[in-house]
């Protein structure tokens, strides 16, 4: 289509077949049209509000392949496995294919299923089942399309009502070899009814490659999941992960993310939260530098009254790096009662840096409480200066400056693996 | 302070919409509809040099490349317009070349101006304030002459401006919104029919208002006005604008178009309150008010501020901005828009840092009630070269009933480290235990409404030339009536 | 002056008065004491006509008057004062500004001519030396920013200044130290007049021992449980709600 709304992009792997699944011709046909769709509308260009500030250009230029299995996955697989300091039941993924020899499933109670997702077709059809219609939806973007149409595999964790699921890990591995490799996750996240759930995604990897993932996360009556992402993707990858999550009433969702990997990232949260009385937190962390673009994009769509919706967003812009936040908070007319806050806090450290930040608050009932608080700006030479007087140098000044910024967004995160990983990964930042 | 005048101008305020009759006026029309030969005949009529009449040729020829490039973006809907179906020139027919004095002006006109509370004749005017009035496409009398001319100030219809200081307009014209800077700008550049051009010269710091009264009073015409600002180095203006139309069921586009200029050490303070027909309960009539304004601070520590009470309207696409070029300028913008019934509003501002330590700060409030839609939308951008830039943003949303909707839509773009930009933005209603607490003390319901709304407001109507400060507290009331209980 | 009969009103579909009856006359001064819960603030906030108090039964006469049929501001206007246990806040708006709009309404509503600013400043500056105001302070934003104590003297400075014939004052003394509690008792006191009733909601006996009431009534479980002279409030100091058999309702 010769818009000036799209990217031409045309993808070496799009004339691999989009397979049948077996014994799911509903998936097979989402599959068929997805991809006409994808061919129609290709990528979304800056003229597309919600991609004015990440430009997907460079990603149209370079020759996707689909991944083909290799004989280094293995390896690949335990290295990151090593680098993740948790004996958790895990699920580990090379090139979005799920690598069961390094994986922990352990057994999963009655009603519920831990695995990757073609298992879970195959294992677990009837737990499954109640929920294909998330992974056959033609709603969406293109991207979204694209996911539909050449998903593989993914993550499928599956809580059965009330039960509290003891924390998985969700590794995730980019393998490319000479040539670029475009791969697609679907990762399908259910909590029933009362029951709590902790997910812990770990993503690195090596090469060129391109990962859109699409996470769809299910939470039923009071369930509640802690979902929390590290992205350490390799530097010349594309990250792009779309989180969307349903809630009904009295749900919790409650995430975070650390990312400084990745060329271009995008790390995307929906949030629909659908009955009354839904919990959402968001935090998100990254620093960039180079020419590393990190993009944070969210929507808390507010559907019914009492919910409770919390975000905090911070960027560090080293280089030349671009780092853009979006986030968009609805309130629908039926959400009366609603308590949406936003923050988000830019830090520059270097002149040729770019920050880009656009909060949004679309509001149709009168009995809330909504705001949204932005700020972009550098180090503050008073603190640097304090920490100096102390006899700290400036490096270290600066360090411990940037890293207590970021720590805050992790002060509320109730499992402290996840707080000493980010700390972690922070500190890995400077040292790279 | 304010007199005798303003206290009936304000008086006078007590109905629904007052400014909503019409005068039985001969009219001079153009014919029905736009195309190079109208565009000509505006400049004729106009006595406009050769030099006028290409400039608007060049925008009417690059109008129409925009065909499918009316905006879209902004939140707000309204059927597509026909540009044919509308009369681009309408003018009190008036024999010879126009009034030389009031003395000479259509007393039917005058008594126009004095029901809007805005008397020409000197004796009545409020002291301090000189005033063009804008009826339709023509200008009909500047007062204040003799005390403009003491200070060298030039404040003249622009069609004047055209023939008596060619070059002012030839420089300065078109030089903050080019002629394709968007859809209606372009429009506006090709049709504009008359406003205001103020020259402050160097070093002369105004002491009187300067002000401008716009009406729409013809049936089917479009208003297009073209006001031209420059303040010279070290000067100082004060410029009043005021805007009303009487009620009529269709809707009647105004696309007007305003260019500040401030120099070095000079500033502008500009103060609109727009009071057009916003038609009636029901989303009939009222005007589409899409408005680019933009102020340049060319200059070193050079200041251009925004005031704005936006009540009127069927809808409102405006946002004043400023290009803050000069090293240390200063850019501001307050607003208070209000919609009620079917109103929509999609105002804000943006504020361009691109010289060194240069600041702005953005105070928004919007208040939405009925099944009105409001909108902030600003843009803060801070250049590479714009060290130490300052930007403070500050939007309240107030919302009344719940079938109204308050949005807040900003763009920060920084692009220099040492900038700092802050953005705040809350949205809430008018809470039960505010209203008992009024009440309590023996407001009625609409009085503690007008009150707190007033208190909401309070940041931006402090701003407000005296003058303009009493009208807009009375029009935040009027505006809000029917919209409790 | 003011005559409630067996009362009942909800809220939030509960019902919290359950048949209150109470009668004060002029120039009475009647204590409201009772254990959280039972109904004290909400009597007030019915009085005043706050909306989601639902009367579901019952009368309230003021000066033979239906209470209930009123406006709330109308009820103001007739003279009727709420000094509020949470006094709002209302942004951005003057003291003075608010003030002179009630003290002008309630003027019009009685026929009398409104004052203009240098009057009511005037008259302003008398009732601020009452209770210790300065004029910072008033024309400050209503409430804004001010502490508890303030807050109240706020509420007493509106009662010195609208002068009403039936006061209500909700749990003014709670939370306030021992000059601001000096305050809000000699105001309380000021006004006691024969044409002037007032009921006093406490949770406390150190209000009464300054302003000591003519009656004092128990209220618990919605309903006026034990009625009794000022001699009722130090027997409750010492034996607590639990020994006058308020668990009855």
């Given at each position: 289509m010769a818009s000036r709304k799209a990217i031409a992009a045309p993808f070496p792997f799009l004339d691999t077949d989009a397979r049948a699944w077996p014994g799911m011709p509903e998936l097979t046909e989402a599959r068929r049209h997805s991809l006409s769709r994808f061919r129609a509308e290709a990528l979304p260009s800056t003229r597309v509000e919600a991609w004015k500030y990440t430009n997907l250009a460079a990603l149209a230029r370079i020759p996707f392949t689909a991944p083909r299995p290799s004989a280094g996955d293995g390896e690949a697989a335990q290295a990151a496995v090593r680098a993740v300091p948790s004996d958790r039941r895990r699920l580990v993924f090379v090139n979005g294919r799920f690598h069961a020899a390094s994986s922990i499933t352990g057994t999963a109670p009655q009603g519920s299923f831990v695995g990757g997702l073609t298992q879970a077709l195959q294992q677990a059809p009837d737990l499954i089942k109640p929920h294909l219609a998330h992974l056959t939806s033609?709603?969406?973007?293109a991207l979204m399309a694209l996911n539909t149409a050449f998903m593989i595999d993914g993550a499928a964790l599956l809580i059965g009502r009330g039960q509290t699921a003891e924390p998985v890990e969700l590794i995730q591995v980019g393998h490319a070899g000479e040539a670029p490799i475009a791969f697609h996750p679907r990762h399908l996240i259910v909590v029933e009814a009362g029951a709590t759930a902790t997910l812990v995604e770990t993503r690195t990897g090596e090469g060129i490659y391109w990962s859109n993932a699409v996470t769809t996360v299910v939470l039923g009556e009071g369930a509640t999941l802690h979902h929390h992402v590290i992205q350490q993707s390799s530097l010349d990858a594309f990250d792009l992960a779309r989180v969307q999550v349903i809630a009904d009433a009295n749900a919790t969702y409650d995430g975070s993310l650390l990312g400084t990997g990745a060329a271009l990232s995008r790390h995307e949260v929906e949030g629909l939260l659908e009955g009354r009385n839904v919990t959402c937190r968001l935090r998100g962390a990254f620093l960039a530098r180079g020419t590393q673009i990190a993009d944070v994009t969210t929507v808390i769509d507010h559907g019914e009254r009492d919910g409770q919706s919390e975000q905090l967003i911070r960027g560090v812009l080293d280089g030349k790096a671009h780092g853009v936040f979006q986030g968009r908070i609805v309130v629908r007319p039926a959400a009366q009662k609603t308590d949406a806050r936003q923050n988000s806090n830019m830090l520059m450290l270097s002149d040729g840096a770019e920050a880009d930040t656009k909060p949004e608050l679309e509001i149709s009932a009168d009995d809330v409480k909504c705001s949204h608080g932005a700020t972009v700006g550098e180090l503050s030479d008073a603190e640097l200066f304090y920490l100096q007087a102390r006899g700290i140098d400036p490096d270290t000044a600066r360090r411990l400056l940037v890293s207590g910024f970021l720590a805050t967004v992790f002060e509320t995160v109730s499992d402290d693996s996840v707080r000493e990983r980010a700390a972690a990964a922070v500190e890995g930042w400077f040292a790279s | 302070m304010a007199d005798a005048s303003t206290a009936r101008q304000v008086a006078d305020l007590?109905?629904?919409?007052?400014?909503g009759f019409h005068t039985d006026i001969e009219e001079d029309r153009a014919p029905k509809g736009l195309n190079e030969d109208v565009i000509r005949f505006i400049s004729a009529k106009k006595n406009e040099p050769a030099w006028m009449l290409e400039w608007r040729l060049k925008a009417y020829r690059h109008w129409l490349t925009l065909e499918h490039e009316e905006p879209s973006w902004a939140k707000v809907s309204y059927p597509p317009i026909d540009y044919q179906d509308s009369t681009y020139y309408s003018a009190p027919k008036n024999p010879g070349d126009g009034p030389k004095s009031l003395d000479e002006v259509d007393p039917k006109l005058l008594e126009t101006y004095e029901k809007l509370g805005i008397p020409l004749r000197e004796r009545g005017i409020l002291a301090g304030v000189a005033v063009d009035a804008v009826f339709d496409s023509v200008s009909v009398a500047t007062t204040f002459k003799k005390e403009l001319g003491k200070h060298g100030v030039i404040f003249c219809p622009i069609s004047e401006a055209v023939q008596t200081h060619p070059e002012l307009v030839k420089k300065y014209l078109g030089s903050v919104v080019p002629v394709a800077d968007n859809f209606f700008a372009a429009l506006n550049s090709a049709v504009f029919t008359d406003g205001s051009f103020v020259y402050i010269p160097k070093g002369v710091r105004f002491p009187m208002e300067l002000s401008t009264y716009f009406r729409i009073n013809a049936a089917n015409t479009g208003q297009f006005e073209r006001t031209l600002i420059i303040a010279d180095e070290g000067s100082y203006v004060s410029y009043l604008e005021g805007c009303t139309a009487p009620m009529r069921d269709e809707n009647q586009l105004h696309a007007a178009v305003v260019e500040l200029i401030a120099l070095d050490d000079a500033e502008i303070k500009y103060s609109t309150v727009q009071n057009w027909y916003p038609g009636d309960a029901d989303g009939k009539g009222g005007i589409y008010n899409f408005v680019t304004k933009r102020g340049a601070c060319r200059g070193r520590n050079s200041k251009i501020s925004w005031t704005q009470v936006e009540t009127g309207s069927a809808i409102t696409w405006k946002y004043p901005s400023c290009i803050l070029q000069g090293d240390n300028s200063v850019g501001e913008f307050y607003s208070i828009a209000i919609t009620n019934n079917m109103q929509q509003a999609d105002t804000g501002t943006k504020m361009i840092h691109i010289g060194k330590n240069t600041k702005s700060r953005i105070i928004s409030k919007g208040i939405s009630a009925g099944r009105a839609q409001n909108t902030y939308r600003g843009l803060v951008k801070i250049m590479p070269k714009a060290d130490g830039a300052r930007n403070f943003t500050q939007c309240d949303s107030l919302l009344i009933g719940d079938k109204c909707g308050a949005h807040t839509v900003p763009y920060i773009e920084a692009r220099n480290r040492s900038a700092h930009v802050e953005h705040e933005a809350t949205t809430s209603k008018i809470s039960e235990d505010q209203l008992l607490y009024c009440r309590q003390r023996g407001l009625s319901e609409e009085d503690s409404m007008a009150l707190i709304v007033n208190g909401f407001c309070k940041e931006v109507l402090q701003v407000l030339p005296m003058e303009f400060a009493v009208e807009a507290q009375k029009l935040v009331a009027i505006s809000l009536e029917g919209s409790v209980g | 002056m003011l005559k409630i009969e067996n009362l009942h009103a909800t809220v939030d579909g509960k019902e919290v008065l359950k048949g209150l009856t109470l009668e004060i006359k002029a120039g009475e001064v009647h204590a409201i004491m009772g254990p959280n819960g039972s109904g004290k603030s909400t009597l007030s906030y019915v009085l005043a006509g706050r909306s989601g108090y639902e009367v579901t039964q019952g009368t309230v006469i003021y000066k033979g008057k239906d209470l209930l049929a009123m406006a709330p501001e109308e009820r103001a206007r007739e003279g009727v004062f709420l000094a509020f246990q949470y006094p709002v806040e209302i942004p951005g708006v003057a003291g003075t500004t608010f003030l002179k709009a009630a003290y002008n309404a309630i003027r019009k509503h009685r026929g009398e001519k409104e004052l203009d600013a240098m009057q009511f400043l005037k008259l302003l500056r008398e009732k601020q030396a009452l209770v210790g105001m300065k004029d910072d302070m008033v024309r400050r934003a209503v409430n804004s920013g001010f502490s508890g104590g303030e807050k109240k003297r706020f509420e007493m400075l509106q009662m010195a200044l609208l002068e009403p014939s039936l006061a209500i004052l909700d749990?003014?003394?709670?939370?306030?130290d021992i000059d601001a509690l000096r305050v809000v008792s000699e105001n309380i006191n000021r006004l006691r007049k024969p044409d002037v009733a007032m009921l006093v909601i406490t949770h406390y006996q150190r209000l009464l021992d300054l302003v000591v009431p003519d009656i004092v009534h128990v209220l618990a479980g919605g309903r006026i449980v034990k009625t009794g002279d000022k001699s009722l409030a130090l027997e409750l100091e010492r034996t607590g709600y639990a020994g006058i058999g308020t668990q009855a309702a």
């Open positions: 033609l709603d969406g973007d | 007590g109905d629904r919409y007052k400014y | 749990e003014t003394d709670s939370g306030l």
